[in-house]
């Protein structure tokens, strides 16, 4: 268990960097694309290389987020009761939202398959689209693994609690 966890975290950690120079590229490219614009030489296909990063950084972000837990959560309820029964519903709420993202996850890869399988590309640059659905579907398996880890740091809780 103990290495499955150093895996999960090792890929949150991979996911973040790789989520924040997607950002840094963003910002760069479109303060080139600007400064280009005003001396009359934009950069051709700003718009999709951004739109793609943009996506990019979404599914980067998704793990890291809830293994820092930096999502939004509504406790209000929840926090009155026992700790044992506060980790009893994490681990229900936990275990549903693996089941929900699991699905995600192999939707997406699908849909990156069918993506690859009818060539489709963007407009302008003509790249291959699927790569980045795969990317986000792989955050999704990502995801999943690191709300599996709280699924089991919960029902230890709820064990020893």
């Known amino acids: 268990m ?3 966890i150093e895996l999960v975290n090792a890929s949150v950690s991979a996911s973040k960097i790789l989520g924040a120079a997607c950002l840094t590229g963003m910002m760069l490219l479109t303060c080139s694309d600007v400064v280009g614009r005003i001396f009359g030489h934009p950069i051709l296909g700003t718009e999709e290389i951004v739109g793609l990063m943009a996506a990019l950084a979404m ?3 998704m793990p890291y ?8 959560g509504v406790d209000m309820l929840v926090k009155g009761l026992s700790p044992k029964k506060q980790a009893m519903i994490d681990t229900i709420t936990n275990g549903l939202a ?8 192999w939707q ?3 849909y990156a398959g069918e993506l690859k399988k009818s060539g489709q590309v963007s407009l302008t640059l003509e790249l291959p689209s699927y790569y980045v659905v795969y990317f986000v579907s792989l955050c999704f398996f990502i995801f999943c693994a690191v709300i599996l880890v709280d699924v089991f740091k919960n029902l230890q809780k ?4």
Request: aromatic share 14%; charged share 10%.
């Open 2 to 4: 103990k290495r499955f």
């Open 59 to 61: 599914g980067a972000a």
């Open 65 to 72: 987020a809830h293994a820092e837990h930096a999502h939004v």
């Open 98 to 105: 693996f089941i929900l993202f699991l699905l995600m996850g």
């Open 108 to 110: 997406t890869w699908l």
């Open 158 to 161: 709820a064990v020893n609690a």
